[in-house]
């Protein structure tokens, strides 16, 4: 970033926090999610293919994250597939619902409904405690993506984000600060981005959405010898806490992917991260651009992100690199977010839910 940028940025700053705010946010907002209850949702996405050509397939996500912060319970569906299955990518480790119509079928349509259980997160920094993890899984997580990579401009700017740190927890708490400082929410970015750091890093276009804005956070943290990894998901429900951008209408899911970030600490294990979301909040939440991370909009969410997140959210997977079973196009996805399909005139586009016709609707249940 050119030293006019950084002014500029900070000028910028500075005019917002002089800015007389808003009567609705005169004073600080909260966002404290503490570690509460289960609550137990059920996620239903129908796909509907308009228009076959010769034989369809489909693969939509389920919920493959189980944790102390989240449960899958099951998946079922229902259409005229000829077959359907959960399968994996044996390398990445996904699953996933792989579904197969034959030419004959005259309007393929799925119905998959996934159930989960799901509560807050909130790492206590004041007790780390004895942790441990498959160092595999350790070893995994420090290693290069197809986009993600490790070396060249990402160390480069892992080295200059985190200078002066000297534990893991201090060069998490650098990288997540350089990236709300330095990235930007661009609502114009298609869906949630790509994550293709490398390109964002070397061009200095540090604008983008969860995908591209998280993926530079675990790939710093990665360059910097922190495992660290995306978990692409879908928001459920609105916020508790009263922001409309870190919630989502149940009765109509379109739009609402979401990618959040992990970083394994020393003493805390896997501990919940989302600079996206800070900066979507910036961005998106009040009429006006805030460039203050001091604003009484943003900073609660800033502090609140940093070890924490709500259970409005299903985690689908951690998985990049995924390779399709029996798909006809080549190379594989970056990750697996949105329900994606082909037929023979190719690969439907995922990021246009009004053409490649799916909902996705979620409601929660009591127990």
């Known amino acids: 970033m050119t030293h006019a940028i950084q002014r500029r940025r900070l000028l910028q700053a ?19 999610p503490q570690v509460g209850p289960w609550r137990t949702f059920e996620v239903t996405t129908t796909v509907d293919v308009a228009e076959p050509k010769g034989r369809t397939q489909l693969w939509m996500p389920v919920p493959d994250v189980d944790s102390d912060w989240q449960r899958p319970q099951d998946n079922a569906w229902v259409g005229n597939a ?7 990518d044996p390398a990445r480790g996904v699953r996933f619902l792989h579904a197969e119509f034959d030419a004959g079928v005259a309007a393929p349509k799925l119905t998959l409904t996934s159930r989960l259980q799901t509560r807050n997160r909130a790492v206590d920094w004041s007790k780390p405690g004895k942790v441990s993890e498959d160092p595999a899984v350790l070893r995994a997580n420090l290693a290069p993506t197809e986009l993600l990579p490790v070396d060249g401009i990402v160390r480069k700017t892992a080295q200059a984000a985190t200078r002066g740190a000297n534990t893991d927890l201090e ?15 661009e609502p114009k970015t298609r869906g949630c981005g790509t994550g293709d750091i ?22 710093l943290c990665r360059a910097a010898g922190v495992p660290a990894r995306d978990v692409y998901g879908l928001r459920l429900a609105p916020s508790a806490f009263g922001y409309k951008e870190l919630g989502a209408n149940s ?16 003493g805390f294990g896997w501990v919940a991260m989302d600079p996206a979301d800070v900066l ?38 951690t998985a990049h690199d995924i390779r399709l079973p029996g798909s006809a196009a080549k190379g594989t996805l970056p990750f697996l977010m949105y329900p994606n399909g082909e037929n023979q005139s190719g690969r439907f586009d995922e990021l246009a839910p009004d053409t490649f016709k799916y909902t996705i609707a979620a409601r929660e249940l009591t127990t």
């Open 198 to 219: 490398k390109a964002m890093l070397e061009t200095g276009n540090l604008g983008g959405k969860c995908a591209d804005l998280n993926a530079v956070f675990v790939g």
């Open 82 to 88: 000829t077959s359907a299955r959960i399968v994996s």
């Open 14 to 32: 500075g005019l917002a926090s002089a800015l007389p705010l808003p009567a609705a946010f005169a004073q600080e907002r909260r966002f404290e």
């Open 280 to 317: 979507k909040v910036a961005r998106q939440e009040t009429a006006e651009w805030i460039k203050d991370t001091k604003h009484p909009v943003v900073a609660p969410v800033m502090a609140g992100l940093f070890g924490r997140w709500e259970g409005n959210w299903v985690g689908w997977n």
């Open 251 to 266: 009765a109509g899911l379109k739009g609402a992917q979401h990618c959040r970030a992990e970083a394994y600490l020393k």
């Open 171 to 185: 060069k998490v708490r650098a990288i997540y600060g350089w990236v709300v400082a330095n990235a930007y929410r």
